[in-house]
Nanobody, 115 residues
Framework: QVQLVESGGELVQAEGSLRLSCVAS????????MGWYRQAPGKQRDMVAV???????NYADSVKGRFTISRDNVKNTLYLQMNSLKPEDTAVYYC?????????WGQGTQVTVSS
């Protein structure tokens, strides 16, 4: 079992920055990859960025060059640095972890970008 707790979401003005955090606990040594997803009202949950245990990353086209995913294996924490935020980045952001053929999700953190 893996437990994930996100934090860092808040109201921010366009062009501002935020850093989201996701603390993992439980069977963390079995985690193969982690990622950030987001879901806007009335829309499906979409991938934002993922990072493997080896450090390889992948980003949605809409956030390339603005967002950076990273993980601190000592602190068992996943980060998402978000710069140059746009109103269309407004969503609930979820952290996930893939471990032993199971996908775990956090409870989400709200990011609201005002124009």
């Amino acid at each position: 079992q893996v437990q994930l707790v996100e934090s860092g979401g808040e109201l921010v003005q366009a062009e501002g920055s935020l850093r989201l955090s996701c603390v993992a606990s439980g069977s963390i040594f079995s985690i193969a990859s982690m990622g950030w997803y987001r879901q806007a009202p009335g829309k499906q949950r979409d991938m934002v960025a993922v990072i493997t245990s080896g450090g390889s990353t992948n980003y949605a086209d809409s956030v390339k060059g603005r967002f950076t995913i990273s993980r601190d294996n000592v602190k068992n924490t996943l980060y998402l640095q978000m710069n140059s935020l746009k109103p269309e980045d407004t969503a609930v952001y979820y952290c996930n972890a893939f471990s032993r053929n199971r996908l775990y999700w956090g409870q989400g953190t709200q990011v609201t970008v005002s124009s």
